[in-house]
């Protein structure tokens, strides 16, 4: 008899299918938008679950589930995901690692360029039919080559977009992160390890690639923001919590800061509407991972944690002991 399991979100049709051979399958093929209370009565005599970043998995819906045995994150970060809880009611959480790494770098250097070059800023202004002659200080940004790029988070993704900084323009890349690598990955990187403020106060170009936690929520607010340059950046393609979106929002209005990029948000989907008033700010949708072979790839490893489970006992990418 086949495990009953549900698809929290809209997926791939081929993924579903996959899924079907080893699953009894409810899906949410419509997109809904289901509360805590709708997630734990879809779960009631449930396998397991594959959700994306946005569907909490805690101790209230785990004791309402008993049944629950694994919970396939369909994204690399699992802040959605209370792992304590999780083990100590026996129920395996996995993500999906390495498959969107580049595709994350690359994404979180064009957002780094279109912010340090006032692309959407400028976009706008040609669209709205204000460009009416060249000027030599028109959307006049910052450099990108040979100026310092910062990163605060130094995995996978950080390590990424230091060698597109690194090797692509030239950058003096600095880093700061609770581990400092070992010395044959920052030579790969060209990378140099400082303390959090030297790395504040240096960086042409902030860039936030940490995992969010208790301990790293607002690891950029007021206080942080003040040891930056003026003429400095700030891009984040993190998780939204890491930066104090109301401080973040001060600072560039006040001229603290010159620009920022963001792709996540404190209570996304709702965007803080200081943000949204300020001409020097490019924002994004959470989109850094959207690519269609990324996602697709992203839902067949968060798939084959699921099967893997069922058919071997052992999941590909587990975040935690059961």
Excluded at 106 to 122: H, V, Y
Aim: hydrophobic share 50%.
């Amino acid at each position: 008899m086949k495990p009953q399991i549900l698809v929290a979100r809209e997926i791939f049709p081929d993924v579903l299918a996959r899924l079907a051979q080893h699953f009894e399958v409810e899906s949410n093929q419509l997109d809904e938008s289901w509360n805590a209370a709708q997630i734990s009565a879809r779960l009631q005599g449930k396998w397991g679950i594959l959700t994306m970043a946005g569907e909490r998995i805690d101790a209230g819906l785990l004791a309402a589930c008993p049944g629950l045995k694994i919970c396939a994150n369909m994204a690399v970060g699992y802040n959605n995901f209370d792992l304590a809880a999780m083990s100590a009611a026996g129920v395996l959480a996995t993500n999906t690692p390495d498959v969107l790494t580049e595709t994350t770098a690359d994404f979180g250097f064009a957002l780094l360029m279109a912010t340090a070059r006032r692309i959407s800023e400028s976009e706008r202004f040609l669209r709205s039919g204000q460009w009416k002659k060249w000027r030599y200080d028109m959307f006049a940004g910052t450099d990108i080559h040979g100026s310092t790029l910062a990163i605060l988070g130094m995995g996978r993704i950080g390590q990424g977009i230091a060698r597109r900084g690194a090797l692509g323009f030239g950058m003096k890349v600095i880093y700061h992160n609770r581990t400092r690598l070992d010395a044959a990955t920052e030579a790969q990187c060209q990378a140099r390890y400082v303390g959090k403020e030297e790395l504040l106060a240096s960086a042409d170009h902030l860039v936030l690639v940490l995992p969010y936690s208790p301990a790293s929520h607002h690891a950029i607010g007021g206080a942080e923001l003040a040891l930056m340059k003026p003429t400095a950046t700030l891009v984040n393609i993190a998780r939204g919590g890491i930066v104090d979106d109301v401080a973040l929002a001060s600072a560039l209005a006040a001229g603290r800061l010159a620009a920022a990029g963001l792709d996540v948000f404190e209570g996304e989907p709702v965007v803080h509407p200081d943000l949204l008033a300020l001409r020097n700010v490019v924002l994004t949708p959470h989109i850094a991972s959207a690519s269609v072979p990324t996602r697709l790839a992203m839902a067949n490893l968060a798939a084959d944690n699921l099967i893997a489970f069922w058919t071997q006992g052992k999941a590909l990418t587990p975040l935690n002991a059961t």
